[in-house]
């Protein structure tokens, strides 16, 4: 027995008192045990097990259904460290605080003791994290999105080196709910909450939080990000990383479907969400996905936007907070199937059509093992990962940003990626719809400063003799009548060849103000107006003068930590952007 470990588990159990206290192995027979516990509670619903075989239901209290960032803090010994992005609580008072809502909370509970590996076995860029928690159902979500139980204690040995994650779901209140990173400690405390983001401390506590700062101490980068393998019809295949706000689309882009009208044309699915990202030997960026499952927004996910993620889930899925049929099968919004005529809703409520409310919870999830999902790339446990020959940023903007552009190199990615801006969605507790900005889409999971932490961006890339080409992608522009203006999904992949094939060095491409816009995109097949296509690629000059003072409020929020070379990159789309005049052509000028 892992001395540093069961000398931790004692101590929380004095502090939280559990009935019992049960060590994960991670087998199938503990697998069915705890769903029998479950089921038995009440914590989660059958669904019907020759439609949906191995697929459970649960539904979560209304006002734990998202993350909620205002109660997530930075717990750093200094507040600067946590940057001026990140709620911070010094680590002695969050200790206090949240041991006062953990003491006795495990009271009559069972104490689930959970080993878990973040990344592939033997990988050299893995990391091991240990969650003690007393939710039956985040322990069997543990089991699928990490490698969990003996494999990861096995793993751990006899180090004392691991991430020491506790949550407890104490009374699900509001109130009671703090989920406080204490990096310096290699330590997260959940409380209050039993939601995904908050309550798997696999995900982003241990993969971004903690691991952006763990990176930044070791020379790597943890990102927000889906990794996909692009292949042509020659065979090649070419590693992409995209960086995308939570509900932009990173699960249907890494798990796309060519569209008819480009045969040969594969995509190989690596992850959906995170990346860990290291410069190689060989001077590229290598990638693996440190999760095991997808934890996948059910709404919108349909035959038509994601058939690969609907194979998937067919079995041994944890559906939460999805509308359960009579037949016990499920359903929400965007399925692409007709409502049916009633049903339970995800407040447990008899629902029908007429209602005109939300059957499914628009932040409804299914919990799958990546190993189901059809697309699944051959490398995706590879322990030296993949490498990465393009990076994409993207938000969710109805305006000002195109279809797609190429930075002009490293740098100006970087900024790219920096001054990065979304419409919030249902991922988070808030208002959805508002624009935000969202640096790589790590606004919500950079574990320090960010100032550092485009800094340490930066530092990367130049240590890199090969790095990847950064490109800015946007598929939700939208017409003056608020219809999107392209077909995104499967069609995306148009985007992703001129992106792979400007990665080898192939493509044609002309110089904007932005960066370079593609000379040629394939569009066979796809009906899209002239018009629509130059709306797509509209760089509206006035529009961007305002961004620039955005971006320019945004970036001075982070002081004298901002690296130069942002300024810099920005004072060069500035000179761009003001040498233009108001209605000119936005392409003839030579980027950067
Ligand atoms: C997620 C998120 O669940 O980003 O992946 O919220
Ligand atoms: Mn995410």
């Given at each position: 027995?892992n001395p540093f470990?069961s ?12 009935e019992k206290?049960?060590w ?20 989660m619903e059958?669904l019907s097990?020759t439609l ?5 239901l649960?539904r ?7 993350r909620?960032?205002?109660l ?23 200790y206090?605080k949240l ?10 509970r ?9 990344g ?6 893995s990391?091991?994290?240990?969650q003690l ?6 322990a ?5 999105m ?7 204690l ?39 909450s039993a ?13 971004l939080?903690?691991g952006s700062w ?5 020379g ?12 042509d ?9 995209g960086?995308?706000p ?8 890494a ?10 044309w594969?995509v190989?699915?690596i ?9 190689g030997?060989?001077?590229r960026l ?25 194979a998937?889930?067919?079995?041994n899925?944890i ?8 037949e016990?099968t499920?359903?929400?919004e ?9 049903g339970i ?10 209602q ?6 628009p932040n ?25 020959s393009?990076i994409?940023f ?10 797609v552009?190429e930075?002009?190199?490293w740098n ?7 001054t990065m801006?979304?419409?919030t969605t249902?991922?988070a ?13 790590m606004l919500p999971?950079?574990g320090?400063?960010?100032?550092q932490?485009?800094?340490h ?7 890199l003799?090969?790095?990847?080409k ?12 608020g219809n999107f203006?392209?077909p995104?999904f499967?069609e995306n992949?148009?985007?992703l060849?001129w ?9 044609g ?6 960066g ?10 796809l ?5 629509a ?10 529009e961007?003068?305002e961004?620039?003072e ?11 930590v ?9 004072a060069?789309l500035q ?10 052509d936005?392409?003839v000028?030579?980027a950067?």
């Open positions: 027995m470990l000398r931790w588990v004692e101590e929380i159990a004095q502090l939280t008192c559990p206290i049960h994960c192995d991670g087998s199938e027979g503990e697998k069915s045990a705890l769903l029998q516990q479950a089921l038995a509670s009440g914590g059958e097990q949906l075989p191995g697929c459970y649960r979560t209290p209304e006002h734990d259904t998202a909620t960032e205002q997530t803090f930075i717990c750093t010994g200094k507040k600067e460290d946590a940057g001026p992005t990140n709620n911070w609580m010094a680590p002695r008072e969050a206090e041991s006062l809502i953990f003491d006795h909370s495990m009271a009559e069972t104490l689930y003791v959970i080993p878990f590996l973040m592939p076995l033997g990988s050299p860029y990391r091991i994290g240990v928690t007393d939710s039956i159902y985040v069997l979500n543990m089991r699928i990490t490698r969990m139980g003996q494999v990861a096995e793993a751990l040995g006899n180090s004392n080196n691991f991430t020491r994650c506790l949550h407890g779901k104490a009374d699900l209140e509001m109130h009671h709910r703090f989920i406080c990173h204490f990096p310096e400690d290699n330590t997260v405390w959940s409380v209050g939601y995904g983001g908050n309550a798997l401390l696999g995900k982003k506590s241990l993969s939080r903690i763990m990176g930044q101490k070791e790597w980068l943890a990102e927000h990000m889906m990794i996909a393998g692009i292949e019809p020659e065979g090649n295949i070419t590693y992409v990383a960086a995308f939570s509900q932009c689309g990173k699960t249907n882009l798990m796309l479907v060519p569209p008819p009208s480009m045969k040969g594969k190989h699915t992850g959906d969400d995170i990346a860990w990202l290291h410069p030997p060989d001077g290598w990638a693996i996905n440190p999760e095991a499952g997808f934890f996948g927004v059910a709404p919108g996910t349909s035959q038509k936007t994601n058939p690969n993620a609907m998937m889930i067919q079995k899925t559906y939460t907070n999805v509308l359960k049929t009579p016990g499920v359903w929400w965007g399925v692409g199937t007709p409502p049916p005529e009633q809703d995800w407040r447990g409520r008899h629902w029908t059509p007429a005109g409310e939300h059957a499914a919870h409804a999830r299914f919990t799958v093992p990546a190993a189901q999902c059809p697309s699944i790339s051959k490398e995706w446990q590879n322990p030296q990962g993949v490498p990465v393009a994409l993207g938000g969710r903007r109805a305006g000002l940003q195109p279809l552009y930075t002009s190199g100006a990615g970087v900024y790219a990626g920096a801006s979304s419409e249902a991922a507790m808030g208002q959805t719809g508002v624009v935000r900005r969202d640096p790589m889409a999971f950079c320090y400063h960010m100032g932490y485009f800094s961006w930066i530092r990367t890339g130049a240590q003799q090969n790095p990847p950064i490109f800015h992608v946007n598929w939700f522009r939208k017409d003056s009548k203006l392209w995104g499967g992949l148009r985007v060849q992106i792979v094939e400007r990665a080898r060095g192939e493509a491409a002309r110089a904007s103000v932005l370079y816009i593609p000379e040629h995109l394939n569009l066979d097949g009906r899209l107006s002239q018009n296509f130059g709306e797509l690629f509209n760089i509206d000059i006035q961007w003068r961004e620039l955005y971006r320019k409020r945004f970036l001075e929020t982070f002081g004298n901002l690296p130069e070379e942002i300024w810099k990159e920005q060069l000179e761009n952007i003001s040498k233009t005049p108001i209605g000119a936005a392409y000028h030579p950067n």
